[in-house]
């Protein structure tokens, strides 16, 4: 399994606007499936595989966001959950994505948001244990 984090792209080879089908199909049945209603009669399928979660919406639902934390990640060829909060900054600043957004979640974790990147890092005790990312 290739655990590339490509930028408003996807996973390995996992693109952003797949359909469900087509990700069971590469990665098999995952271990846990998940549906959530949203407020707008939407609904959003998760595909749970251990430390990743793929979101699903539409009326024909495509890979829309990836949630990883998984320790093997890599991001712009850096083995991204091996660094601090201020490593992971400059890495995503060395690369060209300066805007940046921080906020800390209502259960206490620390989230730094690359909006032109569609990419959420979430630290807990400024370790890295989380990435949320779109297309």
Known sequence: MDLTINIKKGLGDLLFDMPVEQ?????GEADDVE???NASDETTTVLHYGDISLFFEGE???LSCIDIAEPDSTL???KVFDLSEKE???L???????????DVEAWG?????????NIDFYFDNEELISILFGK
């Open 109 to 117: 974790e620390r989230r730094i948001s690359f909006n032109e990147g």
């Open 35 to 37: 549906t959530i209603d």
């Open 88 to 90: 992971v900054v400059r």
């Open 92 to 102: 995503m600043v060395d690369n060209h994505y300066y805007e940046q957004d921080i």
């Open 76 to 78: 712009l060829g850096t």
């Open 23 to 27: 990700v069971v199909e590469l990665w």
């Open 60 to 62: 024909n639902p495509i």
